[in-house]
């Protein structure tokens, strides 16, 4: 069956840095978009950046643009969001999300990010 898995998420100050991981497993990952969603108690669920299968184009949300990066590993089935510059507002439960060669979604259980002093 299809899994992802986050992890790296944690408590950082505000201007820090996480490097957040989803290891994907159950599906042809290579075929995949991959993206990153996040949560904020009480808001919906926004798209935070997208990858395309081959890596080659990527899409970003205007409040993660210039701080955030997503990237992937095709080769070990892993997409990952490095996130710099954190801001409090940034604090949300965040997704992964595969989108299959055969348009099936498929959601992580999520991992928390809190920006505080």
């Known amino acids: 069956q299809v899994q992802l898995v986050e992890s790296g998420g944690g408590l950082v100050q505000p201007g820090g840095s996480l490097r957040l991981s989803c290891a994907a497993s159950g599906f042809t990952f290579n075929s995949g978009t991959m993206s990153w969603y996040r949560q904020a108690p009480g808001k919906e669920r926004e798209l935070v950046a997208v990858i395309t299968s081959a890596g080659g184009s990527t899409n970003y949300a205007d409040s993660v643009k210039g701080r955030f990066t997503i990237s992937r590993d095709n080769a070990k089935n892993t997409v990952y969001l490095a996130m710099n510059s954190l801001k409090p507002e940034d604090t949300a439960v965040y997704y992964c999300?595969?989108?299959?060669?055969?348009?099936?979604?498929?959601w992580g259980q999520g991992t928390q990010v809190t920006v505080s002093s």
């Open positions: 999300k595969a989108l299959t060669y055969l348009r099936i979604s498929y």
